[in-house]
Nanobody, 125 residues
Framework: QVQLVESGGGSVQAGRSLRLSCAAS????????MGWFRQAPGKEREGVAA???????TYASSVKGRFTISQDNANDTLYLQMNSLKPEDGAMYYC???????????????????WGQGTQVTVSS
């Protein structure tokens, strides 16, 4: 069983940055595919960024060039650096992980077995 705990959310003005963290209860580096997802009120949960066990990263087109996903193997922590935030980036952000069929990263939420409780990001204009 993998437990994931997100942190780092908050309220910021458009154009500013935030860094989200996801602490895992097990050693995930190069063993689990990891991803960040977000869900705004009334909308479906969508993939934002993912990283595979081979280190390959994948981003949603809406965040490419602004967000960066990374892992700290020493601390079993996943990060999402979010720059140039926009009001439409506001949502609950979730960290997720899976192993079955894992190699490269995917934004397909159906692949992910383990989920955190989420951290709220609010971006004001």
């Amino acid at each position: 069983q993998v437990q994931l705990v997100e942190s780092g959310g908050g309220s910021v003005q458009a154009g500013r940055s935030l860094r989200l963290s996801c602490a895992a209860s097990v050693y995930t580096y190069r063993r689990y595919c990891m991803g960040w997802f977000r869900q705004a009120p009334g909308k479906e949960r969508e993939g934002v960024a993912a990283i595979g066990t081979n280190g390959r990263t994948t981003y949603a087109s809406s965040v490419k060039g602004r967000f960066t996903i990374s892992q700290d193997n020493a601390n079993d922590t996943l990060y999402l650096q979010m720059n140039s935030l926009k009001p439409e980036d506001g949502a609950m952000y979730y960290c997720a992980a899976y192993t079955v069929g894992c190699s490269g990263g995917t934004l397909n939420k159906a692949m992910y077995k383990y989920w955190g409780q989420g951290t709220q990001v609010t971006v004001s204009s």
